[in-house]
């Protein structure tokens, strides 16, 4: 079984016309260790369905503990909505 953490949105900026990047941070707990090409499971509690999950590469580097980041293309209604995400959305 997966384990889910919460994260707040601290930045997200348009990198190319359908290509962003989120920079997420942790709310109660720490980063978990990870190795670079590792991907992680996300889901959106603010989308209409709260249980739809989606994969992605982690962007960062396993050296930053305070901060995650993910560089996302569009690509249906589930990554539209999560482009639309604002700085502190958890």
């Known amino acids: 079984m997966l384990t ?9 900026k348009w990198d190319v016309k359908d290509t962003f990047i989120l920079r997420l941070k942790p709310i ?17 509690p603010t989308y209409r369905n709260k249980n739809e999950e989606h994969i992605f590469s982690l962007a ?3 050296n ?15 990554t539209k909505y999560l ?3 604002v700085k502190e959305d958890s």
């Open 64 to 78: 930053n503990t305070s901060e995650v980041e993910f560089c996302i293309k569009i690509f249906g209604p589930w």
């Open 28 to 44: 109660a707990q720490p980063i978990p260790q990870f190795k670079p090409g590792q991907y992680v499971v996300i889901k959106n």
């Open 60 to 62: 960062s580097s396993p």
């Open 83 to 85: 482009s639309k995400a």
């Open 4 to 12: 889910y953490f919460r994260y707040s949105v601290v930045e997200k």
